[in-house]
């Protein structure tokens, strides 16, 4: 029943966005049997009219790295600025320029809480598994409100990464 209305509500409001005008012609509930009496008050039947809502949600979206060379068998942690409180999962992004390649590479994705002695490993992310040799991305659970990402280079030559970024919607 629950869905049912959700679905009624999403209707509502697009029709309502399109400019038509929503009354019931019939209740949903089949009338009450009233008694024979006069006194009873009228009461109109049609559909009360829904109203949008907006939830108020924060966008995050950060450079997490940018332009970093690892040699190999190196690696380089980045910590990120934002807050991820209230988020549910985070994408991260990773680009490097049409002549590297990071399939070589992987990467850690460690969280971390107020008052907390340290960070703590929450995915890893095997470069293998990009759909380019060059780009790919992976979106996670947070496991905290404090992001740091550290890359790794497992190959024999030295790894270019243009960016690494993060985006994640707070609620």
Avoid: C, H
Wanted: proline content about 5%.
């Amino acid at each position: 029943m629950q869905i049912q209305r959700t679905r009624f509500q999403v209707l509502s409001v697009a029709l309502l966005a399109l400019g038509m005008n929503l009354r019931a012609e019939e209740p949903a509930a089949p009338r009450k049997k009233e008694a024979a009496s006069s006194a009873a008050p009228k009461v109109s039947l049609s559909a009360k009219l829904l109203s949008p809502k907006a939830i108020a949600s924060t966008t995050i979206f950060e450079l997490v790295a940018q332009n970093v060379t690892l040699q190999p068998g190196g690696s380089q942690q980045f910590y990120t600025q934002s807050d991820y409180t209230g988020v549910d999962k985070v994408a991260l992004g990773f680009y490097a320029a049409t002549d590297q390649d990071l399939s070589a590479t992987n990467y850690l994705v460690w969280w971390a809480i107020p008052g907390a002695s340290s960070y703590v490993v929450g995915n890893y992310v095997p470069g293998n598994t990009f759909p380019f040799l060059n780009t790919g991305g992976v979106q996670l659970a947070t496991f905290g409100n404090q992001l740091m990402v550290e890359m790794r280079n497992n190959g024999t030559k030295p790894v270019t990464i243009t960016q690494i970024t993060a985006y994640a919607i707070a609620r």
